[in-house]
Nanobody, 121 residues
Framework: QVQFVESGGDLVQAGGSLRLSCKAS????????RAWYRQGPGKQREEVAR???????FYSDSVKGRFTISADNAENTVALQMTNLKPEDTAVYYC???????????????WGQGTQVTVSS
């Protein structure tokens, strides 16, 4: 059974930076696509960054230019470097493997506990 453990969340001031990490265990085959998602207070979960085959990256408009996703396939880890954080980035951040082009198609595995990011103004 694949499990994800997210870490690195914290309370930071606006303009600050954080680096999130996601460690996967129980993987028995290559996962081509990995993504970071977030769910803010009172909001639906949304995808914010995706990495395909460890190379091609995609970002939501809200984080483009500020967040960077990277993957270490040998270690089964995915990181999210976040800079110039804004209060609207406050959310619980999760990682998973997307089934399709957006979250409507779902994800392949169960959600982990996530890691809380809180950005104060």
């Amino acid at each position: 059974q694949v499990q994800f453990v997210e870490s690195g969340g914290d309370l930071v001031q606006a303009g600050g930076s954080l680096r999130l990490s996601c460690k996967a265990s129980g993987i028995t085959h290559k996962i081509v696509d990995r993504a970071w998602y977030r769910q803010g207070p009172g909001k639906q979960r949304e995808e914010v960054a995706r990495i395909q085959d460890g190379r091609r990256t995609f970002y939501s408009d809200s984080v483009k230019g500020r967040f960077t996703i990277s993957a270490d396939n040998a270690e089964n880890t995915v990181a999210l470097q976040m800079t110039n954080l804004k209060p609207e980035d406050t959310a619980v951040y999760y990682c998973n493997a997307p089934r399709g082009i957006n979250l409507r198609q779902g994800v392949w595995f169960s959600w982990g506990q996530g890691t809380q990011v809180t950005v104060s103004s």
